[in-house]
């Protein structure tokens, strides 16, 4: 019995975690202001109402909540990471289910889109 026991608890954490062919790398984690910049006390709330949070499963924005579907990152060495250093940056496509928090049967849709962060400031790049 000692034996199944561990499968059977390793099988059940399998089926509760997201698997994903990538993590966003950890730069991107956290608060990030509407305008690009993150902000570095989390504690505190972004000057405007646009703004976006990266979690690990998903993330959250000012009106809505997304999981991701699939991470898949990418090397472009033609991206500035800071002045003065080596060019190269990761960027992560997002495939993500989301929904407007009113749990209606109309609110619920796929974002699809990249991002990295360059220089401090989080870009966008819209992939629908």
């Keep these: 019995m ?17 698997a994903f062919a990538d993590e966003l790398p950890k730069e991107i984690l956290g ?55 080596p060019l190269g940056v990761t960027v992560s496509r997002i495939v993500a289910d989301c929904d407007d928090r009113l749990n209606e049967p109309d609110s619920r849709w796929k974002e699809t889109f990249e991002v990295y962060e360059s220089k401090g400031r989080l870009y966008y790049i819209d992939r629908k």
């Design 2 to 18: 000692r034996r199944i026991l561990p499968a059977a608890t390793l099988f059940t954490g399998l089926l509760s975690s997201p």
């Design 31 to 85: 608060m990030w202001c509407g305008d690009g910049y993150y902000l570095e006390d989390q504690t505190k709330k972004c000057p405007d109402a646009g703004w976006i949070k990266f979690k690990p499963d998903g993330y959250d924005a000012w009106e809505y909540s997304c999981r991701y579907v699939s991470i898949t990152n990418r090397f472009d060495p033609n991206i500035a990471v800071a002045t003065q250093t």
